[in-house]
């Protein structure tokens, strides 16, 4: 009986583990940007002429799918190969 138990519980720590893993994969399945992104991304595109694109310290491409909200902000980064402060 003492040995059912253990067994019992091993296989419910199994079970738990492969939920978590599979629940924190889920995730990853979707490569889609979240819908503020998508919105903020398409007003951007509409609106070419703005005074960000006019400063010289706009440099590099926005990369969208490393954007993150934080504080219901959305910040979204430059990545380019030679970005410097210059």
Known sequence: M??????????NLLVAI???VLSCQQGALYDELP?????AKNW??????????KNSFYKGKI???NSFLKNEKLYVPF???NLSLT
Do not use: G, R, Y
Not at 4 to 11: A, E, G, N, V
Not at 44 to 53: A, D, G, H, K, V
């Open 44 to 53: 951007f595109e509409q609106n070419p002429n703005l005074p960000i694109t």
């Open 2 to 11: 003492k040995k059912l138990k253990q067994h019992l519980k091993k296989i």
């Open 35 to 39: 819908q503020n992104v998508v919105e």
């Open 79 to 81: 990545s380019s190969s």
């Open 63 to 65: 990369d969208w799918n």
């Open 18 to 20: 492969a939920i978590t």
